[in-house]
Structure formats: structure tokens, C-alpha cells
């Protein structure tokens, strides 16, 4: 019996043993048990493995926290690298703002400017003093006046659709003159025209050059006078040119302003071209002496004129001498 009680001890513990080694060779990966029992204490799974230790522990370790630090220092660079052309943006902003309004406050004032001026005389202005030489002073100027005779029967008589072509024959015949011989156009005022010389822009003998313009305006002038004819209009030009100091400047208000001059050399202008007969350019004594070398002019007498006290003599113009002071220009 001692012998089959033995037998039976150790069959009992070889099942035990490839019962142990069928559990361990079923256990799944995750480190747990059958039916999802949790390993028991003395128990060893991968987790439980030998670790890294010592100088490759720390390599391991310092690896990463590297990589993650030069990432940082790259982006601390980009973030700075973008704030920096951020500014840089800015101020070139900036300056390409101020330029535009300065390129458009310089357009402005040429406009202004060339509303008064020959192209060239606002040209120079710009340069000089960006338009300051509009302020107002006082110097000596010739003044030219225009006014056609018979306008007012005309404007009565005729569609204003036919005044108003006539005039803008007219202005732009006159004005083209204008440009040519850089005059400053004052105004134009229906029918009449108001001209400068020697303002704003010192000219060399700005009686000279206004007399060579009028001459040129009464030849202008017969071309006009022979189309109108055609059509019926009874029109013709009358001149007068004065010399004399006046105040010069703008007046008017912000945003509407007119450059004119003050002074009785305008109000005598004004007076001899309402004197003058069609086709006539009647001038001061003053212009006179100012133009002998260069125009033939003859003296028609003291005349009588409206706001001053005394007789003012009186000159005009030989237009038939117009070749000599072309050829002098």
C-alpha cells in the first residue's frame, strides 16, 4: 500500500506541473491572467523587464528633451525672424502712405496752379516753393485786358447753345496764345479776359513779350472774325495793356481761390481795352517807352477814362509792325 500511495503522490504532481506549464504558456501578453485576473504578487511580465541604466539611461533620456529644445529655439527664431518683417512691413507701410499723400498733394497743387499758370511757370513753382509763390506781394506787372464788341447784342440775339460755342472758339484761340507766351490767365469772365505778366514769375521784359502776344491774338482773332462772319455773328476783338505796380496774390476762400492783382494798373488795363475799337491794342505811355525799340506805336491823344481824375494819354499799337517783334523774340 506504502508503495501505491507513492505511485499516486507523484502522478498527482507531474498533472500539477503540466497543469502549471499549460497556465504559463496560455497567459496572454498584456501581463494578465485567464478571464482577465491581474498577476499576483511575485509574479513578472514584461513591464517588469531590466531597464537601461547608468551613462545609456541618461542618453536615452537626454535625446528627446534635446530634440525638444532645438524645436523651441527654431520657432523662438521664426516668431522674431516675423516680428522683425512685421515692422519692417509697417514702416514701409507708412512711408508708401506718405508718399502717396504727398504725391497727391503735389497732383493737386499742379492742378491748381496750371489752372492760373502755363504748364512750364506752374512747373517752376512747384519746384521753387510747392506753390508759395502765390503768397501775396507786390510788384510790377503788365496787365492785358480782352473784351469783344458786339457780345452783348450777339448774346441777346443768339441761342445760348451758339454763345456758348462761340465762346469756347474764342477761349481756347486766346488761350493757347496765353500758354504760349507764358502769361498767367487772371481770369475769364464771359466774353473778357484778364492776363499777367512778370507775376508770379519774373519775366524779362514782360511789356515786350505782352505785346507780342496781343499782336498775335488780333491775327488769331481775324480767323475767327471771317468764320463768324460766315455764320452771321458781328464780332470783334478789343486789346488794352497797362504797366504798373500791384499787389499780387490769391483771394477767395478755402477751397475756391482766384490769383489776382490789385491796383490802379489793373483798373487802367481794364479802361483802355474799353476804349479800344475792334481790332485796335491800345496801351499806357509806361508800355509804350517800355516796347519803342521793339513796336511801332502812335499816341492818340489824352483820353478821358472812367475812374481816374485827370486824362490819361493814350498809345496804340501798330499791328502791321508785328514782324519786327517776332523777330525780336
Same mark, same amino acid.
Given at each position: 500500500?506504502?508503495?501505491?500511495?507513492?505511485?499516486?503522490?507523484?502522478?498527482? /504532481?507531474?498533472?500539477?506541473?503540466?497543469?502549471?506549464?499549460?497556465?504559463?504558456?496560455?497567459?496572454?501578453?498584456?501581463?494578465? $491572467?485567464?478571464?482577465?485576473?491581474?498577476?499576483?504578487?511575485?509574479?513578472?511580465?514584461?513591464?517588469?523587464?531590466?531597464?537601461?541604466?547608468?551613462?545609456? *539611461? &541618461?542618453?536615452?533620456? *537626454?535625446?528627446?528633451?534635446?530634440?525638444?529644445?532645438?524645436? &523651441?529655439?527654431?520657432?523662438? *527664431? %521664426?516668431?522674431?525672424?516675423?516680428?522683425?518683417?512685421?515692422?519692417? =512691413? =509697417?514702416?514701409?507701410?507708412?512711408?508708401?502712405?506718405?508718399?502717396?499723400?504727398?504725391?497727391?498733394?503735389?497732383?493737386?497743387?499742379?492742378?491748381?496752379?496750371?489752372?492760373?499758370?502755363?504748364?512750364?511757370?506752374?512747373?517752376?513753382?512747384?519746384?521753387?516753393?510747392? +506753390?508759395?509763390?502765390?503768397?501775396?506781394?507786390?510788384?510790377?506787372?503788365?496787365?492785358?485786358?480782352?473784351?469783344?464788341?458786339?457780345?452783348?447784342?450777339?448774346?441777346?440775339?443768339?441761342?445760348?447753345?451758339?454763345?456758348?460755342?462761340?465762346?469756347?472758339?474764342?477761349?481756347d484761340a486766346m488761350g493757347q496764345l496765353v500758354v504760349a507766351h507764358a502769361g498767367?490767365?487772371?481770369?475769364?469772365? +464771359?466774353?473778357?479776359?484778364?492776363?499777367?505778366?512778370?507775376?508770379?514769375?519774373?519775366?524779362?521784359?514782360?511789356?515786350?513779350?505782352?505785346?507780342?502776344?496781343?499782336?498775335?491774338?488780333?491775327?488769331?482773332?481775324? =480767323?475767327?472774325?471771317?468764320?463768324?462772319?460766315?455764320?452771321?455773328?458781328?464780332?470783334?476783338?478789343?486789346?488794352?495793356?497797362?504797366?504798373?505796380?500791384?499787389?499780387?496774390?490769391?483771394?477767395?476762400?478755402?477751397?475756391?481761390?482766384? $490769383?489776382?492783382?490789385?491796383?490802379?494798373?489793373?483798373?487802367?488795363?481794364?479802361?483802355?481795352?474799353?476804349?479800344?475799337?475792334?481790332? /485796335?491794342? =491800345?496801351?499806357?505811355? %509806361?508800355?509804350?517807352?517800355?516796347?519803342?525799340?521793339?513796336?511801332?506805336?502812335?499816341?492818340?491823344?489824352?483820353?478821358?477814362?472812367? +475812374?481816374?481824375?485827370?486824362?490819361?494819354?493814350?498809345?496804340?499799337? /501798330?499791328?502791321?509792325?508785328?514782324?519786327?517783334?517776332?523777330?525780336?523774340?
Amino acid at each position: 500500500m506504502s508503495m501505491n500511495m507513492q505511485s499516486n503522490s507523484g502522478d498527482m /504532481q507531474i498533472a500539477s506541473n503540466e497543469r502549471s506549464r499549460a497556465m504559463l504558456a496560455n497567459q496572454p501578453a498584456s501581463g494578465m $491572467y485567464p478571464f482577465g485576473q491581474p498577476r499576483g504578487p511575485g509574479t513578472s511580465g514584461p513591464g517588469d523587464w531590466p531597464r537601461p541604466s547608468g551613462e545609456s *539611461a &541618461v542618453i536615452a533620456r *537626454a535625446k528627446p528633451q534635446s530634440t525638444l529644445r532645438a524645436k &523651441v529655439r527654431d520657432m523662438t *527664431a %521664426l516668431v522674431a525672424r516675423l516680428e522683425r518683417r512685421a515692422v519692417e =512691413l =509697417l514702416r514701409a507701410n507708412r512711408i508708401l502712405e506718405r508718399r502717396v499723400a504727398e504725391g497727391a498733394d503735389e497732383a493737386g497743387r499742379l492742378s491748381r496752379l496750371k489752372s492760373f499758370f502755363s504748364p512750364s511757370v506752374a512747373d517752376i513753382l512747384l519746384e521753387a516753393a510747392s +506753390g508759395d509763390g502765390l503768397q501775396r506781394c507786390r510788384r510790377e506787372v503788365v496787365v492785358v485786358f480782352l473784351d469783344l464788341r458786339g457780345f452783348t447784342a450777339f448774346a441777346e440775339s443768339a441761342d445760348p447753345e451758339q454763345v456758348m460755342s462761340v465762346l469756347e472758339e474764342y477761349h481756347d484761340a486766346m488761350g493757347q496764345l496765353v500758354v504760349a507766351h507764358a502769361g498767367t490767365l487772371e481770369r475769364f469772365a +464771359g466774353d473778357g479776359i484778364m492776363i499777367l505778366f512778370n507775376a508770379p514769375v519774373a519775366i524779362d521784359d514782360p511789356a515786350v513779350v505782352a505785346i507780342r502776344m496781343t499782336i498775335a491774338m488780333q491775327q488769331r482773332f481775324e =480767323l475767327l472774325r471771317q468764320a463768324w462772319r460766315q455764320r452771321g455773328y458781328a464780332l470783334d476783338l478789343g486789346i488794352g495793356v497797362a504797366q504798373g505796380y500791384a499787389t499780387i496774390g490769391t483771394i477767395g476762400f478755402k477751397g475756391r481761390l482766384d $490769383y489776382t492783382a490789385i491796383g490802379t494798373v489793373t483798373n487802367l488795363a481794364s479802361r483802355l481795352c474799353d476804349a479800344a475799337a475792334g481790332g /485796335q491794342i =491800345l496801351i499806357s505811355q %509806361l508800355v509804350s517807352e517800355c516796347v519803342a525799340r521793339f513796336a511801332r506805336t502812335v499816341s492818340i491823344g489824352n483820353l478821358a477814362l472812367k +475812374g481816374f481824375c485827370r486824362p490819361v494819354e493814350v498809345y496804340e499799337v /501798330q499791328t502791321g509792325c508785328e514782324a519786327s517783334v517776332s523777330a525780336q523774340g
